[in-house]
C-alpha cells in the first residue's frame, strides 16, 4: 500500500485500484483473473466500474459494504458478457450510470470520467484491425477524494485532451497490447506532470507483461515521481 497526501492507494493486481481517504474507500475495477480469490474487503464505498471486460460481479460483492454505490459504465450490457455475471439490477447496492462525460457526487467522493478507447488506426488492434476497445464502449475514472484527485485513465490509448487534465496521483495502464504501454504511459505521465505516477494493468498474464522498473527509472529521470505497488 502507497501513502499521499493523506490518502492510501492500493493496487490489487490486473486493473483494481483501492483508494482509502478518511471516511470514504473507493474500488475501481474490481477482481478478473483471480486477484482478489483471497482478498477480504466488504469496505467500498463506491466501486467504479468502467466497462464490459471488468464487470466482475463476484468481485463487486467481495470489496463492496453493504450500502455501497456502484457507478457503472452506461454501456456495459450483461447480454454481450461470455462470463457468469449478474445483472446490475440484480445487485443488492445503489447502481448509478455515467456516461464519458459525467460530473457526480457520491458521498465524499467526486467522480468525473472521460473516454477510453483504442484508436482504430493505432497499434492496439484485433489482426482485423478492430481496437480492441472502441469509441463509446467504456471510461475512465477521475476520483477526487479529501482533496487528492487521482486518474485512472481506463483500458484506453492515450487520447488527445488526457494530458490538460488535473491530476494529482496519475495510475496508468503500461501493460500495452489492450492498453498503452508503458513508453505511452511514460510520455503522458510527464506531460501531465503529477505529483506521483503509480502504475497498473500489468503482469496478469503474458499478453500485458511490462517492465514496471524501467518505466520507473525512465520517468524518475525526467523528475517525475515514480512508485511501484507490487
Do not use: K, Q
Not at 21 to 45: F, N, S, W
Amino acid at each position: 500500500m502507497l501513502h499521499h497526501e493523506g490518502l492510501d492507494i492500493a493496487w490489487l493486481g490486473y486493473a483494481t485500484l483501492r483508494l482509502e481517504g478518511a471516511d470514504t474507500v473507493v474500488y475501481v475495477d474490481p477482481g478478473r483473473y483471480g486477484v482478489l480469490d483471497d482478498y477480504d474487503g466488504d469496505d467500498g464505498d463506491v466501486i467504479c466500474v468502467s466497462h464490459d471486460h471488468h464487470y466482475d460481479t463476484d468481485a463487486i460483492r467481495r470489496v463492496a459494504a453493504d450500502d455501497a454505490t456502484i457507478v457503472l459504465f452506461e454501456g456495459i450490457n450483461t447480454h454481450l458478457i461470455d462470463r457468469d455475471v449478474e445483472r446490475p439490477a440484480d445487485l443488492p447496492y445503489e447502481v448509478r450510470t455515467v456516461d464519458m462525460e459525467a460530473d457526480i457526487a457520491v458521498g465524499d467522493a467526486i467522480i468525473r470520467t472521460t473516454a477510453a478507447y483504442n484508436d482504430p488506426d493505432g497499434p492496439h488492434t484485433r489482426p482485423n484491425g478492430e481496437p480492441y476497445h472502441p469509441e463509446g464502449r467504456g471510461c475512465g475514472f477521475h476520483v477526487t477524494l479529501d482533496g487528492v484527485s487521482v486518474y485512472w485513465p481506463g483500458d484506453t490509448d492515450v487520447l488527445d485532451g488526457h494530458e490538460y487534465l488535473d491530476v494529482d496521483v496519475f495510475c496508468p495502464p503500461i501493460g500495452g497490447t489492450f492498453t498503452m504501454d508503458r513508453h505511452e504511459a511514460a510520455d503522458l505521465a510527464e506531460a501531465m506532470d503529477p505529483d506521483l505516477v503509480v502504475p497498473i494493468h500489468y503482469d496478469t498474464y503474458p499478453d500485458i507483461e511490462a517492465d514496471a522498473e524501467a518505466f520507473a527509472e525512465g520517468l524518475e529521470s525526467r523528475g517525475v515521481r515514480v512508485a511501484l505497488d507490487d
